[in-house]
């Protein structure tokens, strides 16, 4: 990863490339100048969601979710805690499956909440379920590989 690391701006979508040195040196966006890797949750639009599981070199994982679903809701708070234990490392996001409903279409997303982990264009993993932040930081560390930098 001595290169450079690709990352769409979950903001305005434009793709960067991010020196894998300065993964933690809180990178911005050449485009909009929005922070690209971050302890927080970004809320994702269909047309971002798609070129940061197709362009991203770090991993992302997506929380799936609606807002009346009750364990989307109580996982929430989870979901955040995992994003600040693994800042730098992997980035977060989640998507409203009743907004975009199109999205879990295509991904034949059949419950929610779910966890979808995806590492330099595909897919990797999916965890189903409400789950506690150890585990949603064990999944993603568990299913790739370490960052080098």
Known sequence: MAEGVKLACTTCGQMNRVPAAKLTANPK???C???LVTDKVAELDPAT?????????LPLLVDYWAPWCG???????EFAKAAKTLEGR???????????????ERLRIQGIPL??????????ARLPGARPAAEIAAFVTG???????
């Open 29 to 31: 966006c050449g485009s």
């Open 33 to 35: 100048g929005e922070a």
């Open 49 to 57: 969601h798609d070129k940061a599981t197709r362009g991203d070199d």
């Open 71 to 77: 364990p989307c809701r109580q996982m929430a708070p």
């Open 90 to 104: 992997a980035r977060f996001a989640k998507i409203n499956t009743q907004d975009h409903p199109k999205i879990s």
């Open 115 to 124: 966890l979808i982990l995806y590492h330099k264009g595909r897919e990797v």
């Open 143 to 149: 299913k790739t590989p370490a960052q080098a930098g």
